[in-house]
C-alpha cells in the first residue's frame, strides 16, 4: 500500500482505529491477498506518520479478528479470508437469535430510550396519530465484540415503556415480545438499499464516513396484524449480509 494511496488520518478519531479500518479495507477489497506480507511496523509507522504501539494496537485488533497472523521475527500476513456473517430472510427472526444459530456471538449497546413524536413516517407505520408521542430504541448491535449495525426502532408508546425496563443489551426484543409478553409475531414488511455512512454513523460503527452501508426499513407486526415496531437497521457492508433463496414456482 503505497502512501499517496492512503487517505488522511482525522483526529476526532482514534488513530489505531482509522489504521484498522484502512488495513481492513485493503485486506477485504483485495489489494492484500491471502498470505500476503504487510509493511513492516517501521513502514507503517512512516506512512501514517503516527507511533510503534499505535501501529502494534491496529495490527493486534486485525489479529483478533482473524485477519492476520504473525510470525515471529518475519511480521504480519494476511490469513485465508472468512465469510461474512449472513443472516438468512427465509424466516423473521431478531437478530442475535440467528446469528448465535450460526455460531456467533451478538449483544447490544442501548445509545437512546426516550419518548419523541412520530412524524409522518413513523405514524403511517405504527398506526397512530403523527405528532402522537412514540418510544425510540436505538441500539449499537455487536456480532463477535465488532459493531455491525445500527438499529433505531420506534414502538407504540405503551409498548416502549414496558420494553424499556427489560434486559435490551442482551436479549432480542422478538424473543421478549413472543416469550414474555405472549405476543406472538406474524409478519415483516422489508424494504433494502444502499447508503452511505454519515459522519455520526460512521463514529458509532468505526468506520469511515461515506463508506458503504445497508439500509434496512422494516415493519414487524404481530399475529394478528398489528404493528409493533418500525425499523431502521444501518448494517456495515463489509461485516454483513442478507440471503435469500427465491423459487421460480
Known amino acids: 500500500m503505497k502512501a499517496d494511496t ?31 506480507k504487510l509493511p513492516s511496523e517501521q513502514q507503517l509507522m512512516t506512512q501514517f506518520g503516527v507511533s510503534r504501539i499505535t501501529v502494534r494496537h491496529a495490527l493486534a485488533a486485525l489479529q483478533q479478528e482473524g485477519l492476520l497472523f504473525k510470525v515471529a521475527g518475519k511480521g504480519c500476513f494476511v490469513s485465508r479470508p472468512a465469510a461474512k456473517p449472513v443472516q438468512t430472510l427465509a424466516r423473521l427472526q431478531g437478530f442475535a437469535e440467528a446469528m448465535s444459530q450460526r455460531g456467533h456471538t451478538a449483544c447490544n449497546r442501548v445509545l437512546r430510550l426516550a419518548p419523541c413524536p412520530a412524524d409522518t413516517a413513523i405514524a403511517t407505520a ?23 449495525s445500527l438499529d433505531i426502532s420506534y414502538f407504540p408508546l405503551a409498548l416502549g415503556q414496558r420494553l424499556a425496563r427489560e434486559d435490551l443489551a442482551g436479549r432480542d426484543i422478538f424473543l421478549i415480545l413472543e ?29 469511515r464516513s461515506g463508506d458503504a452501508l445497508l439500509h434496512v426499513e422494516r415493519v414487524t407486526r404481530a399475529a394478528d396484524g398489528q404493528p409493533l415496531v418500525l425499523d431502521y437497521l444501518y448494517y456495515r457492508a463489509d461485516r454483513f449480509s442478507y440471503q435469500l433463496r427465491i423459487n421460480r414456482s
Open 6 to 36: 492512503l487517505p488522511p488520518l482525522h483526529a476526532s478519531q482514534p488513530l489505531h482505529s482509522q489504521i484498522r479500518e484502512h488495513l481492513r479495507a485493503a485486506i477485504l477489497d483485495g489489494r492484500y491477498h491471502e498470505h500476503d
Open 126 to 148: 405504527l398506526g397512530v396519530d403523527a405528532g402522537s408521542e412514540v418510544m425510540e430504541i436505538r441500539r449499537l448491535r455487536y456480532l463477535d465484540q465488532q459493531p455491525v
Open 179 to 207: 416469550n414474555d409478553y405472549a405476543t406472538p409475531l406474524g409478519h415483516a414488511d422489508l424494504t433494502i438499499h444502499a447508503c452511505v455512512a454519515d459522519t455520526d454513523t460512521a463514529g458509532q460503527l468505526g468506520c
